[in-house]
């Protein structure tokens, strides 16, 4: 199973849970409101996969479950509206991909769950209490257990190629988490004895760069 499948497969089975029940004593259609960064075309695979993984769980878009796709088109700006729409039209649950995403919908409701994905350290920066109870009205997955990873994945690639000096870091100052990012990967480089390059990238330029990379 590839990791688009996994998260899919994954952040299907979090959210038919607590439906599940109430679905068999009601009968009702529950609305799925889908939050994400990219663009429809550059996230089509992950929301496809993720339609297909609750068909295998049993819940079937237009019979019992609405999925209503929201893509902000890597423009952050817009997460706001986009995650205020969701509430308007009734969602019983958003699945939010990425840190600003979740943050845009824990800011217009903290009564609606909240399934995160593809989040980098959601308790560093304030989505949760704590992995173990992360409190209020937003659960799911997380990438990483927190900023402190990205110094061990650079130790990993050291080990792996001991002969390389420099790291280019692809981050957006936009992001959520961009400080701890940085500052970890800062005293990674430094410790490691590597020269590190930060390219300023906008939001799109960075997921065309992530699209080509298939990251």
């Known amino acids: 199973?590839?990791?688009?499948?996994?998260?899919?497969?994954?952040?299907?089975?979090?959210?038919?849970?607590?439906?599940?029940?109430?679905?068999?004593?009601?009968?009702?259609?529950?609305?799925?409101?889908?939050?994400?960064?990219?663009?429809?075309?550059?996230?089509?695979?992950?929301?496809?996969?993720?339609?297909?993984?609750?068909?295998?769980?049993g819940w079937i878009?237009?019979?019992?479950?609405?999925?209503?796709?929201?893509?902000a088109d890597s423009r952050l700006d817009r997460l706001p509206d986009l995650a205020a729409g969701l509430v308007q039209v009734g969602a019983d649950v958003i699945v939010a991909g990425a840190n600003a995403a979740v943050s845009a919908a824990k800011a217009v409701t903290q009564t609606i769950p909240i399934v995160m994905f593809l989040t980098a350290d959601p308790v560093g920066t304030g989505l949760v209490a704590s992995l173990a109870r992360p409190g209020g009205n937003v659960t799911g997955l997380t990438t990483t257990a927190g900023p402190e990873i990205y110094g061990k994945q650079l130790q990993l690639l050291k080990d792996a190629f001991p002969r390389i000096s420099r790291v280019a870091v692809l981050v957006s100052h936009a992001a959520p988490a961009y400080a701890l990012v940085v500052r970890e990967i800062a005293t990674a480089t430094r410790a490691l004895g590597l020269q590190?390059?930060?390219?300023?990238?906008?939001p799109s330029r960075l997921t065309r760069a992530m699209h080509r990379c298939r990251l």
């Open 61 to 71: 878009d237009g019979q019992n479950i609405v999925i209503d796709f929201r893509f």
């Open 196 to 202: 590190r390059r930060r390219p300023e990238s906008s």
């Open 1 to 57: 199973m590839d990791r688009r499948a996994f998260i899919a497969l994954v952040g299907g089975s979090v959210l038919a849970t607590p439906l599940a029940g109430r679905a068999q004593s009601t009968g009702k259609v529950y609305r799925i409101g889908y939050l994400t960064v990219p663009s429809r075309e550059t996230a089509q695979g992950v929301a496809n996969t993720f339609r297909v993984a609750l068909r295998e769980l």
